[in-house]
């Protein structure tokens, strides 16, 4: 098993510019999520997934977009590129939504808007 | 709303001295509560869980107990490695106004962990 696989590792745009974040996972499981991480502000859920064709706003949504049309995979768009959105991007997967299920994450992928 | 906040960092210690990392919460019900470790470069690792108050998380001799009285899952660890070094977060895993989890975890700002030979 590969786990979470997220691309590409490092990314810069310039403000304006929109780009797809991809994650994948292959361990079959429903429920899918994105957070950013800032220093000093841990991590914060911007969307989540619990099955195909299912999706919710975390707790900072804005200026990001997601879709989830299979089980595998939940890409993360930028519309259009802020300086607010230099971050560094986690997709995380677990096997189901109760509070006991551990959560596994990716790489990451850092992105720097110009 | 749920909230977690750890200790603020960063942490230097000798090689072999004892760790503690404080971490307190506010949550709806009952939550999940977690350690993750993030080494350098890489994404974020489970080091330990408990699901119920006074369950204790124990993962390469780091620990922590939930303590619904206090709120509380502090990490420990006896004696530390300089392979320790690392990022450390505290999370829980609650339920949101309507009773509902989605799974969703709130972070702890991080500690970051400096282990010196």
């Known amino acids: 098993n590969a786990g979470v696989t997220q691309t590409p590792k490092f990314q810069v745009l310039k403000t304006g510019q929109s780009m797809t974040l991809q994650c994948a996972q292959d361990?079959?499981?429903?429920?899918m999520s994105w957070y950013r991480q800032d220093p000093g502000m841990g991590l914060r859920l911007i969307h989540y997934?619990?099955?195909?064709?299912?999706?919710d706003q975390g707790e900072v949504p804005n200026g990001y977009n997601v879709s989830r049309s299979t089980t595998e995979d939940f890409p993360l768009r930028l519309l259009s590129a802020a300086p607010s959105q230099t971050s560094v991007y986690f997709c995380?997967?677990?096997?189901?939504?109760?509070?006991?299920?551990?959560?596994?994450f990716g790489p990451g992928t850092r992105l720097t808007v110009l | 709303g749920n909230s977690v906040t750890q200790m603020e960092g960063p942490v230097t210690l000798s090689e072999e001295a004892f760790l503690t990392i404080n971490c307190t919460y506010t949550?709806?019900?009952?939550?999940?509560l977690f350690w993750y470790v993030q080494y350098p470069g890489e994404g974020l690792q489970l080091l330990l869980k408990?699901?119920?108050?006074?369950d204790k998380g124990s993962n390469k001799g780091f620990e922590a107990t939930y303590r619904k009285e206090t709120t509380s899952f502090h990490l420990e660890k006896g004696s530390v490695q300089v392979s320790d070094s690392a990022v450390y977060f505290c999370?829980?895993?609650?339920?949101?106004?309507?009773?509902?989890?989605?799974?969703?975890?709130?972070f702890g700002q991080g500690t970051i962990l400096t282990v010196h030979p």
């Open positions: 995380a997967s677990s096997a189901g939504t109760g509070t006991y299920n551990e959560q596994f």
């Open positions: 361990m079959n499981h429903e429920y």
């Open positions: 997934s619990v099955g195909a064709g299912i999706t």
């Open positions: 949550a709806t019900g009952y939550p999940s």
């Open positions: 408990a699901t119920k108050a006074d």
């Open positions: 999370a829980l895993s609650g339920y949101n106004a309507g009773g509902t989890s989605y799974g969703k975890l709130t």
